[in-house]
């Protein structure tokens, strides 16, 4: 099945602790069903040092499900549904349900 969301995305959070933050999809995880986005769902976690890196506490991007996040609409920037459509060259494009507009191409 083709992706709906893919890397480089921007996309809002529809449900959770962060629902309304919108970011950069920065990584996809097809087989999970996860997509981590750029600045949400934030976590502290506390770092050992080593020779690497320095120790301390880091705040980094956890994953989120993809039902819970949607690509936001290039006319609007609202929330959108993903649908696809064949251009007049035989391409397959992802359109924007909510207005009809091309998401990629």
Excluded: C, W, Y
Excluded at 5 to 15: C, E, M, Q, S
């Amino acid at each position: 099945m083709a992706a709906k969301i893919k890397k480089g995305d921007k996309v809002i959070v529809l449900a959770g602790r962060d629902k309304g933050r919108s970011g950069e999809v920065v990584e996809v995880r097809p087989a999970e069903g996860r997509a981590t986005v750029r600045g949400v769902n934030m976590v502290k976690r506390h770092q050992r040092q080593t020779a690497q890196q320095e120790g301390g506490i880091i705040s980094k991007e956890l994953p989120v499900h993809l039902s819970n996040i949607a690509i936001v609409d290039p006319k609007d920037g609202k929330p959108t549904r993903v649908g696809f459509k064949f251009r007049a060259d035989g391409k397959k494009i992802r359109i924007a349900k909510r207005s009809g507009a091309e998401i990629d191409g």
